[in-house]
C-alpha cells in the first residue's frame, strides 16, 4: 500500500513538474509591460465605412461615412498620409494590366471606384491613368460624391510607389492570385530591389499556391502569407509549440491573427512574437475576428491590445490611432 501511495505521489510531482515546465516555457509575464506596437495602415490612410454592412460583393466606396480626410486608398497621397502619421508599414493591392505592368488597385471591376469599366487586365497601365479613382465615392446614397474629379491620375503603378518611398516597407496584395502575375511581381520589380529593399516587402494573397512557391523559391528569406500557408503553420504550431519548437512552416512569414483567436497560442503574445521574430515572421493583429479587414480604429479599440504587445497592429485609420 505505501508503494502505490509514493508511486502516486511520484506521478503528482512529475506532472505539476510538467506543468510548471510548460507554463515556465511559455509564460509572457516577465516580459515588460511597456506596449511598443507598430503600426501597419491598410491601404494607406483610407475612407472607411460600416464593417457590419459588407458582403462579398459589396461597393464599399458607396457605403463610406462622411468624409473626415481628403485621402482615397491605393495612392501615393494616401501612402504619404500614412507613414506621414507613424505607419511603419502600408499595405497596397496590386493587378497586372494588360501591357504586364502591376497597377495598385484593389476592386475586381473598376466601375466600383471609378469612371471606367471592366477590369484592370482590359486595360495598359497609361489608360488606367486616365482614370477617376475618387468618382464613385458617397457617404449619402448617391447624393453627392465628394471625390469626384480628385482622382484622376492617381491610380500608381507599383514602381511608382517603390521610386516614391524608397525606404518603407510595404505589404503587397497580389489580388489576382496567379502565375503570370506572381511572375511579372517578380521579375519586373522585386529582383531589381536591392538586399535591403527586399527585406521590407511582404507579398500575401488567396490565390495560386504555385505562385507562392515560386517567389519562395526565388528568395528563400522573403516574407509571405497566404490562409492555408498560415492555418497549417499554426496547426502544426499547436501542436508541437509548448516545447518552443517552431515549425519550418513558420519560418519567413507574416501572420494576420485575429485577436479573438490569437490568445490561444503557445507563448502570446510576446514569447510567441519572440520566437516568429527568431525566424523572421512578422506577428500582425487584426481587430475582432479579422472579418473584412476590420482594423484598430478608434482610441477605444487599442484599449483590446494586450499589455506589452510588440508586435504590429491593423489599422485603417492611421491618423486616428496615433494622435
Known amino acids: 500500500m505505501k508503494k502505490i501511495k509514493n508511486k502516486k505521489t511520484y506521478i503528482i510531482l512529475g506532472i505539476t513538474l510538467l ?29 472607411t465605412f460600416d464593417i457590419s454592412q459588407v458582403e462579398y460583393d459589396t461597393n464599399t466606396a458607396e457605403i463610406i461615412y462622411p468624409p473626415e480626410h481628403p485621402y482615397l486608398e491605393n495612392t501615393i497621397p494616401s501612402m504619404k498620409a500614412a507613414f506621414d502619421n507613424g505607419a511603419d508599414v502600408v499595405e497596397l493591392d496590386i493587378q497586372l494590366t494588360k501591357d504586364h505592368q502591376l497597377a495598385v488597385f484593389h476592386d475586381f471591376t473598376l466601375e466600383y471606384r471609378t469612371d471606367g469599366k471592366g477590369e484592370v487586365k482590359d486595360y495598359k497601365m497609361n489608360e488606367l491613368k486616365k482614370l477617376d479613382v475618387g468618382y464613385r465615392y458617397t457617404a449619402d446614397n448617391g447624393e453627392s460624391y465628394p471625390f469626384r474629379g480628385k482622382g484622376i491620375g492617381m491610380m500608381p503603378s507599383l514602381d511608382e510607389v517603390f521610386a516614391a518611398f524608397p525606404n518603407k516597407e510595404f505589404l503587397i496584395h497580389d489580388k489576382d492570385g ?19 529593399q527586399l527585406d521590407k516587402i511582404t507579398v500575401y494573397g488567396d490565390g495560386d499556391s504555385e505562385g507562392f512557391d515560386y517567389l519562395r523559391s526565388k528568395h528563400a528569406e522573403l516574407k509571405l502569407l497566404t490562409k492555408t500557408m498560415m492555418k497549417n503553420a499554426l496547426l502544426k504550431y499547436e501542436l508541437l509549440g509548448w516545447t518552443g519548437y517552431i515549425p519550418k512552416e513558420l519560418h519567413n512569414m507574416e501572420l494576420h491573427l485575429p485577436l479573438n483567436y490569437a490568445k490561444f497560442l503557445w507563448g502570446w503574445p510576446n514569447k510567441f512574437i519572440d520566437r516568429m521574430e527568431s525566424v523572421n515572421t512578422r506577428v500582425v493583429i487584426v481587430e475582432g475576428n479579422g472579418k473584412w479587414s476590420e482594423g484598430f480604429d478608434t482610441k477605444e479599440s487599442l484599449e483590446k491590445i494586450p499589455a506589452g504587445y510588440q508586435g504590429y497592429i491593423w489599422t485603417n485609420r492611421v491618423d486616428k490611432v496615433t494622435k
Open 19 to 47: 506543468v510548471v515546465m510548460v507554463w515556465m516555457n511559455n509564460t509572457s509575464l516577465f516580459y515588460s509591460k511597456d506596449t511598443n506596437y507598430k503600426i501597419l495602415a491598410h491601404r494607406g490612410l483610407a475612407q
Open 178 to 196: 496567379d502565375m503570370e502575375t506572381t511572375k511579372v511581381l517578380w521579375h519586373s520589380y522585386l529582383s531589381k530591389l536591392s538586399k535591403n
